[in-house]
C-alpha cells in the first residue's frame, strides 16, 4: 500500500471526526487536494441533494482508490449495523482459514436447533430439519451473499463470538466498529440491534484493507470477494451498468414499536477499467418507506458511478459505463 494513500485517508478519517456528526456536512481531505474537480463537485452536491429533506438519518463515505478524493455525510456518527455486522465475521473467520487451523473445505455439523424459524434463513429452506455437515464455504456463501441470520450465528459460535470479532477488529487498528449481539438476540429484544454499531469513515477504513488485500491471503480474499460479487440483496445495483462490479454487504431492519427503518449498503464498486470506489451508506431512524430507503442507495450508487465513468471535468469517459 502507498504510504501516501494511507496518510491522506488518515487525514480525512480525522476530519470526520473534527465535524460535528449532528447535521449533513461534507468531509475531504481538502488540505492535500488543490483544487476539487467538477466531477466531485457534482457528486457531492448531487449525493447532498438526495440526503436533503429525508425523514432519516442517513451516513455516507466514499474514497475513490484511483485519486483519493474523499467525501462523507455523518461520517464519524455511530450506525446499528444489522447485517453489515456479518462482514467482518467471515473476515475474522477467514483469517483462521489463513492460519491453517481450518479449510474452507471443512465441515461444522448443523443441529435442527441451530435453524430457528421465523428469521431470515435461504439455509433452513435447503436443511429443513438440519442435522447435517455443511461445508464452511457454504455457510459463508449463505451468510454473506444471502445474508442468513442462521448462518451467520453458526459462525460467530465457531470463531469465539463478538469478542473474537472485536479483538480482531482493534488487531487491525479498527476502533469504530463494535459487534455484541448475534441474530437471535437481536431479534428477541429490539433494543439489541444498536449494539453493533460502526461509523460510515470506518467502514470505508475497513474497505480499504480488504480492497487493498492486506488482510486475506490469496485464495481467501479471492473467495470473499466473489462471495460479496454475488451478493443478492440490496438495491446499490439498481441504477447501474450490469458491467459494473459491486462487492459488497447489505444489512436492513425494522422497529414495529416505532415504526422506523434502518437500511444500510457497504461496498466496493469496481468499473469495466478498474477504476474503484469504497462506500459506506447507512440509513437509521428512517420514517421514510422501505422502497423510500433503498431508492436513496440506488440513487447514491448511481451518482457514485457517474463520478468514476467521468473526467475531471465531468464530462463521460466511456459510453460502456453510462448509468441506467
Not at 438519518?57 to 461520517?75: L, P, R
Not at 449481539?181 to 428477541?188: G, M
Not at 460502526?198 to 491471503?217: D, F, G, M, N, S
Not at 442507495?297 to 463520478?307: E, G
Request: proline share 3%; with cysteine.
Amino acid at each position: 500500500m502507498k504510504t501516501r494513500g494511507m496518510r491522506k485517508f488518515v487525514i480525512f478519517v480525522a476530519v470526520c471526526l473534527q465535524l460535528s456528526c449532528a447535521s449533513a456536512q461534507q468531509c475531504n481531505v481538502s488540505g492535500q487536494r488543490k483544487v476539487a474537480t467538477r466531477r466531485y463537485v457534482t457528486m457531492q452536491n448531487d449525493i447532498r441533494r438526495i440526503v436533503s429533506g429525508r425523514k432519516a438519518v442517513i451516513g455516507v463515505a466514499i474514497y475513490n482508490c484511483e485519486n483519493e478524493e474523499s467525501f462523507c455525510i455523518n461520517g464519524c456518527k455511530r450506525f446499528p449495523m444489522q447485517s453489515v455486522f456479518k462482514l467482518p465475521i467471515v473476515l475474522k473467520l477467514l483469517t483462521t482459514v489463513d492460519a491453517g487451523e481450518q479449510s474452507l473445505s471443512d465441515s461444522i455439523f448443523v443441529k435442527d436447533s441451530d435453524l430457528l424459524p421465523e428469521t431470515w434463513s435461504p439455509m433452513r429452506e435447503k436443511y429443513i430439519h438440519g442435522n447435517i455437515n455443511v461445508a464452511l464455504s457454504d455457510i459463508i456463501r449463505y451468510t454473506i451473499a444471502e445474508s442468513d441470520n442462521n448462518g451467520c450465528d453458526i459462525l460467530l459460535r465457531h470463531i469465539g463470538g463478538p469478542l473474537a470479532v472485536n479483538e480482531y477488529l482493534r488487531s487491525i487498528g479498527i476502533e469504530q466498529m463494535k459487534i455484541a449481539r448475534n441474530e437471535a438476540e437481536q431479534h428477541a429484544n429490539l433494543n439489541f440491534q444498536y449494539d453493533n454499531w460502526a461509523t460510515p469513515t470506518e467502514t470505508v477504513k475497513l474497505l480499504k484493507l480488504l480492497y487493498e488485500k492486506r488482510l486475506l491471503k490469496e485464495n481467501t480474499h479471492e473467495f470473499l470477494w466473489k462471495t460479496m460479487c454475488e451478493t443478492s440483496t440490496g438495491s446499490v445495483k439498481d441504477k447501474i451498468p450490469q458491467t459494473v462490479s459491486v462487492a459488497h454487504k447489505t444489512g436492513s431492519g425494522f422497529d414495529p414499536r416505532t415504526k422506523l427503518f434502518v437500511i444500510n449498503d457497504v461496498g466496493i464498486m469496481v468499473l469495466p477499467d478498474n477504476t474503484a470506489a469504497l462506500y459506506a451508506i447507512y440509513i437509521m431512524k428512517s420514517k421514510e418507506s422501505r422502497s423510500t430507503n433503498y431508492e436513496i442507495i440506488a440513487d447514491i450508487a448511481k451518482c457514485l458511478h457517474r463520478y468514476l465513468s467521468c473526467d475531471e471535468k465531468g464530462e463521460m469517459v466511456s459510453s460502456n459505463n453510462k448509468t441506467k
